[in-house]
């Protein structure tokens, strides 16, 4: 048993307290007033996916209400995420469906009760006392059916050459295949836009980031769609044709709206940027639930993480949101990332060894995740993957990283 499933659930913070998990926001605020005209304490609010499984071990609710419509997959998922991460934990569904498959699903990935839309505050109250009675039936049609929206998780540095596009394409590949749901992988360095040499893919220039990013663009889901190069490793790549002197014309509202229609159809959009926090840069981090500050163990670069967390800061980003990534971390250096972590004030998600078989997969085109799976960069990437997606990767369960 992990130290998360021994929880019992009645400490002082998650007494009583309740965990809404919903996508779509005006269905979550009407959970989140429900519960608070019950009278309980709110644990948080968080869409599918990583920052719901993050708060459920950070908070420690006595009850988690999850959403779940059609398409359920992303919600299934949360769910089952959720109970793996803690076999205790209290999930409860409310849907504006009462579709037999629909709750057949949800109890088959551990929901304990399952209630009729728009949740009341004797719901909550109810559900609370974890009832056992069967589905909430009121014999209600499905209607307004929202897209479920992925999760975007950004690879941030503050340096250029410290592993950024090389996490991004291998945690893409990562994800890919614990999960086994569909994710994006989005270029964002326009100026040398490195994901297209990494997977050995050249897209045609106007089905480039280049291109779809400039000014006046119309995004329809179907020119995203389009695109789109499969790679077969399974994920999406949204590409770069390398802009070494025209990378300005790129919009930053154009990438955010690229970032958001890829989380429109797909369950991870992972998104590289270049070096230097610029407006593109800037807008890919706002768009991100999950952000991925890369770091080395140089001075100079410890220096210009922390110069880059204030920039985060000052564009509005919760630093509840970043996680800070060590690379290169058994390179010769005198400082730990625990020194690491009190120079930036965050606690590090992860440390990322040395890996000499790097350099020959670049120059095969083949991410290093693909060829030799037990390298020290895959199998830290894998844990990585593995504990954003609330997934146990390795053989014995973990707590997760992120814990502070
Ligand atoms: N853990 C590691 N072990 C060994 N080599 C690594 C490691 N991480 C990255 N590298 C190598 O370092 C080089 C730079 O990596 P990468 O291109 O991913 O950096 P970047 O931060 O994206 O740079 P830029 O800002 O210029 O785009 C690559 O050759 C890559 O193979
Ligand atoms: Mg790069």
Redesign the pocket.
Known sequence: MTSLQERTHVDAAGASSVLVVDPNLDSRLDAVTAVKQAGLPLAGEAPYGAEATFLEADRAPALILVALEEPPMRGIATIEAIRRQNANAAVVVYSSSAAPELLRQAMRAGARDFLAKPLSARDVTEALAFRADGPGDDGEAPGNRERGTGTVITVA?AK????????AANLAVALREITSQDVALLDT?VQ?G?IGVIFDVEPPHDRCVSYLGREGVTLSRDVVAESLIRHESGIDILAVLPEPNDWRVVRPEQVARLARALAETHEYVVVDT??TINEVVAAALCEADVILL?TSLEMSSIKDTKTAVRVLGSLGVDSGRIRLVI??STSASAITPDDVAEATGLPVATS????RQ??RS?QRGVPVYLEHRGGT?PRAVADLAGSLAGVTTGSRRRRLPFLR
Do not use: A, C, E, R
């Open positions: 540095g250029g050459g410290i592993g950024k596009s090389t996490l360095d040398f490195d270049p070096g890369v690379n290169d990322i060894p040395h890996d790097l350099g670049v960069f």
